[in-house]
């Protein structure tokens, strides 16, 4: 179920902070060789896992399809995109 899944990955968030805090600044150890906020990561992983879809079933590993979002979109634009002018969208 949905709510084991996010159980489980907030006890993996909540247990990755301390251990990146451990080798943070430690040459060779330091995976990101930054600071990187645990909230970062969690927000990261939502954005990944909710572009993941098992596609051979529950025994593989999660496929990543971005333009799977396609599927949830019209094609009558509700919004549009005005140049600012300077280079930048409004």
Do not use: Y
């Amino acid at each position: 179920p949905v709510t084991a899944q996010v159980t489980k990955r907030c006890r993996w968030l909540l247990g990755f902070g301390p251990e990146m805090d451990a080798v943070r600044g430690v040459e060779g150890q330091d995976p990101f060789e930054q600071s990187v906020d645990v909230n970062a990561v969690g927000w990261s992983m939502c954005a990944v896992s909710s572009r993941a879809f098992r596609v051979r079933g529950p025994e593989h590993p999660a496929a990543l399809l971005p333009l799977i979002d396609m599927c949830n979109h019209s094609f009558s634009a509700n919004c549009e995109t005005v140049s600012d002018g300077n280079g930048g969208i409004i």
